[in-house]
């Protein structure tokens, strides 16, 4: 490397070329190739692998780690790029590893992890029962951030239909119908939510939602300083406040994620589901959220009924 060159630069190009070569194959994949089934729940095959998984396990956990743990299209770029725009303020600490999903990759990454300097910006939409359990035995912070299910899914929808890595459907119509049922990349919406609701009471989680960031920003901002314990002056949680929002990682978009920098950051908005819920559709998923979350302490943080009511 010659001595103009800019290592962050550098990794960031790399990242995308990966990020291109990885496209170009989804592209020659149909539908039923690109996912397959691990423990009951569907996976992007261009992206995670059994043998991964299974690496997993000898994955080194710190209590210093930083987990964000999101079911798809639920805030997960934002809160990657909060977390680590923190750490640079505090630390001047550049991201040492790329924002792809912990799961994402082949085995020998976790290799890689493990020689990652502290503290370390960890992203997964993994189940409970799917993540490493050295995460749990180190009793690692958990930030999990939720979002109302209808805007959440509507979300989904565009990201899998204009993302080549993940099956694509024909319709809304379609894609509805295996998301109410969980027949989808990561599975049910709702188990997912259970699964992690297990986990509140250990004083180890902090719960966030994309409506409450979206709402006051700064605000989430504070409860995320003082959960990590991160000393951020006013005028640092300002700048991290400036460079987070959606508005202004949507127009950088295409340095942090290329050609797909729309895809990733579409809309981000909050009441979208209208534009495609049919009345039906909206009555069937509000049996499905009070079946299931309704009386949870997840489901009272999502305010179901001033988002997911016409």
């Known amino acids: ?26 592209k020659t994949m149909t539908p039923e190739e690109l996912k397959f089934s691990y423990k009951g729940i569907l996976y992007p095959s261009i992206l995670c692998s059994e043998a991964t998984f299974q690496a997993m396990e000898g994955f080194e956990a710190r209590e210093d780690d930083v987990l964000i743990i999101t079911y798809p299209k639920c805030g997960t770029n934002w809160a990657i790029k909060i977390l680590h725009q923190m750490l640079f303020e505090l630390h001047n600490k550049e991201p040492t590893i790329d924002q792809a999903m912990f799961e994402f990759g082949k085995p020998e990454k976790y290799k890689y992890l493990n020689e990652q300097p502290s503290p370390r910006v960890i992203s997964s939409h993994l189940t409970h029962e799917n993540i490493s359990k050295s995460l749990f035995e180190k009793k690692t912070k958990i930030l999990i951030i939720l979002r109302n299910p209808k805007d959440a899914a509507v979300s989904y929808y565009h990201f899998s239909n204009n993302n080549p890595v993940l099956p694509s459907y024909s319709s809304w119509d379609a894609f509805f119908k295996d998301f109410i049922t969980g ?15 297990k986990y509140l009471d250990g004083g180890n989680v902090l719960l966030l939602t994309f409506e409450d960031m979206k709402t006051d920003l700064i605000a989430e901002l504070k409860k995320i300083c003082d959960f990590y314990g991160f000393s951020l002056t006013d005028e640092q949680l300002q700048k991290v406040q400036e460079n987070t929002t959606f508005q202004s990682m949507k127009d950088k978009s295409s340095e942090s994620h290329g050609n797909l920098g729309n895809v990733f950051f579409r809309k981000g908005e909050i009441g979208d589901w209208k534009s495609l819920f049919t009345e039906e559709q909206s009555k069937e998923l509000d049996a499905k959220f009070e079946k299931h979350l309704a009386g949870t302490k997840f489901g009272e943080k999502i305010n179901y009924p001033k988002y997911c009511t016409y």
């Open 1 to 26: 490397m010659s001595g103009s060159e800019d290592p962050k630069q550098t990794n960031r190009e790399k990242f995308q070329a990966e990020m291109q070569r990885t496209l170009e194959k989804a």
């Open 183 to 197: 027949d989808v990349i990561y599975g049910s919406y709702f188990d997912y939510a259970l699964g992690w609701e």
